[in-house]
Each structure stands twice: as C-alpha cells, then as structure tokens.
C-alpha cells in the first residue's frame, strides 16, 4: 500500500457495521499504515507533512481531505473516533480531550445566546455547573427539572429551547429518564436531544437507537475502564457531529494521540467489563438491600428501583453503578468509608478497581445546598463503582464498616 491511500482511507474505517458489538468494539475503525502492524499505530505527532506547497494548501483550504495538525485529526484519534461511532450505532464522533470538554464543546457548537437547555437535576455535578453558572454568563440558560418527570420536562420547554440534556442512569442516584418518550416530547418541538451515555455505555444501552439525536461520553470512566486516561466524545449524524467539530478543531479541548490509543484498547474489552462488572453489581445490591444498616439501595436491576421496568426495556442490564444510604448521616457514612481497605477512596468510577465515594461531599460539595437536594444526594448516601474483584471481598470490607455503626 502506498503510504499516501494509507492516510487518505484513515477517514474510514472497512469494518462492516453489521458485526456485533464485540466484534466492533475489537475492529471497528483500524486501518493500518504501510508497515502492516497488527495492533493499532500511535501516530504521537503533532503535525502533518505535506508532499508539496500546493498540497499544503489544499489541506488547509479543505479541498483535499487529510491530517494536517492534531489540534484538527490525528489517525489514532480517527481511529477512536471511528469504533465508537460503530459501537453506538452513529454516522460519526468527535473525540474531545475529557467528557467535559464534550459537554462543553456540544453546548459551544449548538448553542448561542438567547437559546435555551432543559436537563434533569440529577446531571454530574461539573455538567450541572456548567449549564447552571458558566453558560448563564453568555446567555444560555438552563432549566433543570426532575430526571423522571416528563410532564415537567415539556413544561420547561420554551420557544428557544435547543436541547434536552440528560443522563440515565444519572449519578448518583441511578434514575432512569425514558429516552423514548423525552425523544416524542422533545422532537414534537424541533428540540434536540442529548445523552450522556457514560453509565450504560454502548453494550447495554443505545440511545440513537431510542431517536436521541446525540450521544455524549466521558471516555475516562468506562471506555478506558482501568483508570488510566482522560478523554470523551460527542457521537450522532454527521451534520451535528461537524459543528461540534468546528468548534473544537478552533478551540482545542482536542483528544490526545496517546489517549485515543490507550482508549482504543479499552474499548476492546468494553462488552465482558460490562457484564461482568454489572453481574458482579447486582449481587452487590442484592446483598446491600438484606443489610441491616443499609437503609435504602438505588440500583436499576432491582425490582425495587422506581423505573425497574422502564430499566429493563432501555438497558441490557442494570450497569455498575450502586449507591445506598446506610442508617445514620455524614459520620456514619464517612464510618463505612474509612474502614474499607479493599475498595478505593477515590471519586473516579468506571474502573475495573471498585471505588467508593461520599457524593455529597466530593462529587457533588461544589453545587448549591439547594441543587444537592435536588439531586437527592443526601449526607447519608454513598455510591460504589463495582470493578472486577470477587464479590465476597466487596462485601467482607463493607460489612466491616457497616457493622461498626
Ligand atoms: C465523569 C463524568 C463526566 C465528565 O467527564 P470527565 O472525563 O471527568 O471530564 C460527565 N458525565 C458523567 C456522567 C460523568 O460520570
């Protein structure tokens, strides 16, 4: 292969989209360069050299496509972009250098002054900052109405809404907003709907499927799915995707080579991280829920969890992702916390390493009192990311703590 069609085809990858998930999730996107690798090229550079001055410029007039700064493309980001595209059903994705910077980066693209978002008050913490306190700033407001109210969320809409931003399962609580239904409501109005699909992931739900018109990932938790690197991207039709795109290419939360390529070997494991950490999360659950100083366990694979059936039409499972509140308040949950010596104190979640955090004093300690109340996180509540140690030891190290109190 001549190295010039190796750099023109990296724009597409030839991986049929009617393979399954894993078999995407492992192939979907790689198009190998002249030296024929096996596993997929980091190309680490920052820029692109031209065979010519008229080449150089037709690159940079747009009339020939082709790398030419990493700031815009970069074959192993492509790469990245490419696989998630095919894993989440999507025309095609923008890679950005964190979930935030995608959050940032669609509301840039999409929005202008005077328009206006919903989103539920169960979003992320630094998403409900930046819609609610950064965007006001330039003229982008945001109503934020319950996660499963849907009446509420067609009240909300105004003349000048441009988006319906959520996240199901939302964090912390793991409540289901129903995508098909927000999607009538939403398109009846020529509004665009958003998804921050970070909890399920492509294996267990599919939101483009469900008529959502745009997919929002934080690459760091799920998709890299060993802690590793920060990353994200924003995937829908192509018409969408390349505004999201003209704005990033300008101003630069740009995905890294090395990121795209550690990302890309994450993403080859998704389908058995997913299942065994949400087979492994449902026995966590069930077991919290028999715990006599657990209080409450908010988990979608549970029959008791509000939305169970709603979450079984729109998952493939109940993801894992387990938040309960144990009898007591801030001290008795910060008790359980520091007797673990297995699970890991640490905020991040989508590790094969279980993790546990206090929401309302870390994840969530930088929105008002108000929206924390809002969003349900109470000072009793804590919230397992279930990695892929044995369930028994998950379980003897909580029990320490909960027995304690
Ligand atoms: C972590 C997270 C984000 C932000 O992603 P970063 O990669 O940390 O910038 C957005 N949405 C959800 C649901 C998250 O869990």
């Known amino acids: 292969m001549e190295p010039m069609e190796a750099s023109e085809s990296m724009a597409s990858g030839d991986t049929p989209r009617s393979y399954s998930l894993e078999t995407l999730a492992v192939r979907a996107g790689q198009e190998r360069s002249q030296f024929n690798e096996h596993s997929e090229a980091l190309y680490l550079t920052s820029s692109f050299v031209f065979d010519s001055a008229a080449q150089a410029a037709a690159r940079f007039s747009g009339e020939e496509e082709g790398n030419v700064y990493s700031r815009f493309t970069n074959p192993t980001v492509t790469t990245f972009q490419e696989r998630l595209a095919a894993l989440e059903g999507a025309e095609a994705c923008v890679a950005t250098a964190s979930g935030m910077s995608a959050v940032l980066s669609l509301v840039m693209a999409l929005c ?12 992320f913490g630094a998403t409900q900052q ?16 319950a996660q499963t109210d849907n009446a509420a969320w067609q009240a909300a809409l105004r003349p000048e809404t441009r988006l319906l931003f959520l996240e199901t399962p939302s964090n912390p609580l793991t409540a289901i907003a129903d995508i098909a239904a927000l999607v009538s409501i939403a398109h009846a109005r020529g509004v665009l709907v958003v998804v921050d699909n970070c909890f399920c992931t492509p294996i267990l739900q599919r939101p483009l499927d469900l008529g959502a018109d745009l997919v929002l990932h934080s690459a760091t938790k799920y998709l890299d799915g060993q802690g590793r690197v920060l990353g994200g991207a924003v995937a829908g039709p192509r018409r969408l995707t390349d505004e999201v795109f003209r704005f990033l290419r300008t101003a630069g939360p740009t995905l890294s080579a090395f990121n795209a390529w550690v990302l890309l070997k994450g993403l080859e494991t998704l389908q058995i991280r997913m299942h065994a950490q949400s087979a492994k999360a449902l026995q966590l659950a069930q077991w919290l829920e028999r715990h006599p100083r657990v209080e409450r366990v908010y988990y979608p694979g549970l029959a008791s969890h509000p939305q169970f059936d709603l979450a079984c039409r729109q998952q493939k499972s ?4 387990v938040s309960f509140t144990v009898k007591g308040a801030r001290q008795e949950a910060w008790k359980v916390v520091d007797s673990c010596r297995l699970l890991s104190i640490t905020a991040n979640l989508g590790d094969t390493k279980t993790t546990l955090t206090h929401p309302a004093t870390t994840t969530h300690g930088r929105i008002t009192p108000e929206q924390r109340a809002a969003a349900g996180v109470s000072e009793d509540l804590l919230r397992i990311a279930v990695g892929l140690e044995a369930v028994v030891d998950l379980q003897n190290d909580l029990d320490g703590g909960l027995s304690s109190i």
């Open 318 to 321: 109940g993801g894992a992702i």
């Open 112 to 123: 202008s002054s005077g328009d206006h978002i919903v989103a539920s008050t169960g979003l």
């Open 130 to 145: 930046m819609l609610g306190s950064i965007m006001p700033r330039f003229g982008i407001q945001t109503s934020f109405v």
